[in-house]
């Protein structure tokens, strides 16, 4: 292989990184304030379900049952 064929496909690679990451950008740019408040409420609510889950005995599923629905209600009842 040529030094100049390795410099096109060096080339080609980094052109192609590139447009992944753009459309990549793109396609969560539409969701970034979504996924922000998510984060959010999950570093919010993470001291309460640890306590949540000590009262339950450790069943994190339960656990996280329950604030999913505490949630929801706080939410979208009113």
């Known amino acids: 292989m040529s ?3 390795k410099q096109v496909e060096q080339i080609a690679g980094v052109v192609i990184l590139g447009l992944l990451t753009v459309g990549s950008i793109m396609i ?3 969701f970034l304030s979504a996924i922000l408040w998510a984060m959010v409420f999950a570093v919010t609510i993470w001291p309460f379900f640890i306590r949540v889950e000590k009262i339950l005995g450790g069943r994190t599923s339960l656990a ?5 629905l ?3 209600v706080i939410f979208f009842l009113p």
């Open 3 to 5: 030094e100049r064929s």
């Open 28 to 30: 969560v740019l539409p």
């Open 64 to 68: 996280a049952a329950i604030l999913t």
């Open 70 to 72: 505490l949630l929801f």
